[in-house]
T-cell receptor, first 113, second 113 residues
Framework: NAGVTQTPKFQVLKTGQSMTLQCAQD?????MSWYRQDPGMGLRLIHY???????DQGEVPNGYNVSRSTTEDFPLRLLSAAPSQTSVYFC????????????FGSGTQLSVL | GENVEQHPSTLSVQEGDSAVIKCTYS??????FPWYKQELGKGPQLIID???NVGEKKDQRIAVTLNKTAKHFSLHITETQPEDSAVYFC????????????WGAGTKLIIKP
């Protein structure tokens, strides 16, 4: 089992560029989510999905879009990258949702110049 | 808004000694409190969790205690070993965000040989 797979591991963007961070899980989990991790701030929820076709905003959604067309995939799109989006991004999945173990990917380190 | 405070930000202990990390939360409706361990270059992994109807939970050298009245919970690691060196995050479920998790800022635990 691969678990949660994120690509790419590293990315450098220029201000204004767009890109998609990929996330896939092979555990047939219903819930998937995206977090950003900044020094001294822990993890902050960007967007989450409770199942295919259903997404909702988290704590810091501005500047990001998501879609969930399949159970396995949950890509995160940066529409117009800004230096404030420099961060480490983690995708996670859960079997059913609240109160259950989160399985995290290994992260994407993004730098926006 | 709701928040979770975690202390200390860095903790250095001698190998074999105990380590205690403390978190306080603001939402009185929080009912789920997990602890995650993050090793360098990896995503966080769940090490132990506790629900609001339980005061203490143990798993080998790790224990978590919950005081609902004071709204704080703590992670206790006994007989620390070099492999315990990592960053530890606490989190609490938040009612207003459909019980998604709000995270503490993290504690870097250093085990001195």
């Amino acid at each position: 089992n691969a678990g949660v797979t994120q690509t790419p591991k590293f990315q450098v963007l220029k201000t204004g560029q767009s890109m998609t961070l990929q996330c896939a899980q092979d555990m047939n989990h219903e819930y998937m989510s995206w977090y950003r991790q900044d020094p001294g701030m822990g993890l902050r929820l960007i967007h989450y999905s409770v199942g295919a076709g259903i997404t909702d905003q988290g704590e810091v959604p501005n500047g990001y879009n998501v879609s969930r067309s399949t159970t396995e995939d949950f890509p995160l799109r940066l529409l117009s990258a800004a230096p404030s989006q420099t961060s480490v991004y983690f995708c996670a999945s859960q079997k059913q949702g609240r109160g259950e173990k989160l399985f995290f990917g290994s992260g994407t380190q993004l730098s926006v110049l | 808004g709701e928040n979770v405070e975690q202390h200390p930000s860095t903790l250095s202990v001698q190998e074999g000694d105990s380590a205690v990390i403390k978190c306080t939360y603001s939402d009185s409706a929080s009912n789920y409190f997990p602890w995650y361990k993050q090793e360098l270059g990896k995503g966080p992994q769940l090490i132990i969790d506790i629900r609001s109807n339980v005061g203490e939970k143990k798993d080998q050298r790790i224990a978590v205690t919950l005081n609902k009245t004071a709204k704080h919970f703590s992670l206790h690691i006994t007989e620390t070993q070099p492999e315990d060196s990592a960053v530890y995050f606490c989190a609490a479920s938040i009612r207003v965000s459909n019980y998604q998790l709000i995270w503490g800022a993290g504690t870097k635990l250093i085990i001195k040989p």
